[in-house]
């Protein structure tokens, strides 16, 4: 059945039908082999321009620069594929057989005209036993790692000195043969050792560098394997393949998922289902004490199922339920009953007998994210399949079969992966509980004015320092609906923005009534002659509707005066997620001026003030 699809989808990209291919392809990818997303990977790269990525239906684009110790060749259709089924358009280019060492070190700036660029270096037992050969010699095994780990960290170190590429490497796995050669069982316990702590040098390599990713190997490559092997020698003899076809899928996909993470594309909110998902049983059929949790036939499974989605929530993953049930048995529910999980985990509830796609809507509604920040899971093939059908940016796992395959099933696709977390993160589930106590408020309110004035809303605009780096990068990794420009920074970019002079850098902090929201945004601009032009200014969903961004607009209007700027210029990025802001700075009174690229540019006399909301207020937050 796969390879008829793969053949109808082969025949709808030939046609030049992206926008068909992409819709059919999200769903069904999981179900191709190796050599069939292959073949999809290259007719891909064969008919897909990056520069008509956007109305062919692409979410994102990026630049992709692969480096490898051994012959790769297939490593860009398996990445394009892997890309693709997250809506993601790549441009990939491959360096050629064993040129990562001079690469790495001759590197020098790149320009992506995608404004993201990622470099794959995929890494395998070759880069020690192509200048050694097979031995018996451990240590000659020991010496060469040594000088291998040294030689990686500084060419690491040089690669992110001199480029703003992120850098994503992976562990070299060692192949069974090294170890057979061996014959005594010390010996083979020593290498295996060596191996091992060779492998963690690598891995702590992002605790001393920023813009890297070092991907672990064999867990990547669990469950991509059919028949165990990653190495075949016969490739490797004649054409320096070290991987075979299923190990280089396995490392494509954990490959996208980092660079899926980077662009800010990762799900924000998990939505579950009750009843044979959360628990097992019918919970209005055979009652709260009959429930298996814990206990029962599979009460471990839905245990564990439920101890990963309080583990997401704890590192800032929306939780929410959508559940056919009455809403006071659910709450008498995890009222009574001991579980992993408590009803005060989830940001919102919603439990009745309404379709759960309108459910979905109002959840999405309430918490102000998209839909396509959402990922549902359900037991039951209905309910995923009409939430599917109606909500088709939202990702839908149907938990069907065994209990026991729940948590590597929600987990599989790295949909919430990101590439840091902060304390804002791990508070997050609490901030988002915290808005429903302002839904209930606003209710209370004739006019959204009278209710924004009672909210007592502060707003703090001040220079990012050191203390929020971590946070304000994170900010422009992940924000996409206000994102004015879509620029991305990492740490390291960041931290070089703030020593200097000309660079215009403010984090935007905001609290009411009911507590503090944190750090919600940040204003990125360039000084030039009498010019302050905003390169880039983002805000968090979390805050919308309150008219943050005008009275953090007219802030930084004052702020350019105080420079004694006479004109503020600021920048508009389309991309396809933050068009319900390109009006923003017309609207504000800003003025269009020409521009030579896709950046739309509209200037303001700072001599003219910006009127500020009169329900927020300047100070110094607690």
């Known amino acids: 059945m796969s390879a008829l699809l793969c053949s109808d989808l082969l025949s709808v990209i030939r046609s030049k039908d992206i926008p068909l291919f992409l819709s059919q392809f999200a769903v069904a990818a999981h179900t191709f082999s190796a050599p069939e997303l292959g073949s999809i990977g290259y007719a891909l790269q064969q008919q897909v321009q990056i520069g008509e990525a956007r109305q062919n239906g692409f979410v994102a684009t990026v630049d992709v620069s692969i480096l490898s110790s051994s012959n790769a060749m297939e490593l860009p259709n398996q990445l394009t594929a892997a890309l693709a089924a997250d809506w993601i358009c790549p441009r990939v280019s491959d360096t050629g057989y064993n040129q990562w060492r001079f690469k790495m070190m001759n590197a020098g700036p790149i320009t992506s005209n995608a404004g993201t660029h990622v470099t794959v270096c995929l890494l395998d037992e ?61 010996s083979k316990a020593r290498l295996s050792h060596l191996w091992c702590r060779f492998n963690a040098e690598l891995l702590a390599l992002p605790q001393r560098y920023d813009r890297i990713f070092v991907i672990d190997s064999a867990v990547a490559l669990q469950g991509y394997l059919p028949h165990g092997e990653f190495h075949d020698p016969r490739l490797t003899s004649v054409a320096k393949l070290h991987w075979t076809t299923d190990a280089i899928r396995g490392m494509a996909n954990a490959q996208a998922r980092a660079i899926r993470a ?45 101890q990963a989605v309080a583990a997401l929530g704890r590192q800032g993953i929306i939780l929410a339920i959508c559940s056919k049930n009455d809403d006071a048995n659910v709450r008498q529910c995890f009222a009574q009953r001991r579980m992993p999980l408590s009803l005060e985990d989830f940001s919102i509830v919603v ?19 998209g839909d396509d920040s959402v990922v549902f899971v359900d037991d039951s093939a209905f309910e995923a399949g009409l939430v599917a059908k109606h909500l088709p940016k939202t990702r839908v796992l149907h938990l069907d079969g065994d209990p026991a395959l729940y948590v590597e099933t929600l987990l599989r696709q790295g949909w919430f992966d990101r590439p840091s977390l902060t304390e804002e993160d791990r508070s997050r589930n609490k901030l988002y509980a915290t808005e ?73 902090e905001a609290q009411d009534r009911f507590g503090s929201y944190g750090v919600v945004g940040a204003v990125f601009g360039r000084r030039s002659g009498n010019s302050l032009t905003l390169e880039n200014f983002v805000l968090s969903c979390r805050v919308f509707s ?55 540019c509209y200037a303001h006399d700072v001599a003219l003030m910006l009127s500020k909301p009169s329900w927020i207020r300047q100070g110094i937050l607690s």
């Not at 594309?265 to 919970?283: E, F, H, S």
């Open 351 to 369: 439990a009745n007998w309404e379709p759960k796609d309108r459910n979905i809507r109002h959840i999405v509604q309430t918490l102000n994210i």
């Open 262 to 306: 980077l662009l800010g594309l990762n799900k924000k909110c998990l939505v579950v289902d009750l009843d044979n998902t959360l628990w097992g049983g019918i919970l209005g059929d055979d009652g709260i004490d009959a429930l298996e949790v814990e206990e029962g036939d599979h009460g471990d499974a839905y245990a564990k199922f439920q």
């Open 546 to 600: 309150r008219s943050i961004e005008h009275f953090v607009l007219s802030e930084v209007v004052d702020i350019a005066r105080d420079m004694q700027c006479g004109r503020l210029v600021g920048h508009y990025l389309s991309s396809s997620k933050n068009q319900n802001f390109s009006n923003f700075y017309l609207d504000a009174g800003f003025s269009p001026i020409d521009a030579d690229s896709d950046v739309r």
């Open 126 to 186: 070759s880069i020690i036993f192509d200048v050694i050969g097979l031995t018996d010699d451990i240590d000659l095994v020991e010496k060469k790692l040594a000088e291998c780990s040294r030689e990686i960290d500084s060419l690491v170190s040089h690669f992110l000195e001199n480029n703003q590429s992120f850098l994503i490497l992976n562990t070299p796995l060692l192949s069974k043969v090294q170890q057979d050669v061996l014959l005594d069982f010390r």
């Open 436 to 508: 429903e106590k302002r839904t209930v408020l606003s209710a209370s309110f004739s006019s959204m004015e009278d209710y924004l004035h009672d909210l007592n809303l502060q707003v703090r605009v001040f220079p990012v320092t050191a203390r929020e780096v971590h946070r304000v990068a994170q900010l422009t990794q992940r924000t996409n609906q206000f994102n004015l420009t879509t620029i991305r920074l990492s740490e390291s970019e960041l931290s070089a923005r703030i020593s200097d002079p000309d660079m215009l850098n403010l984090a935007i």
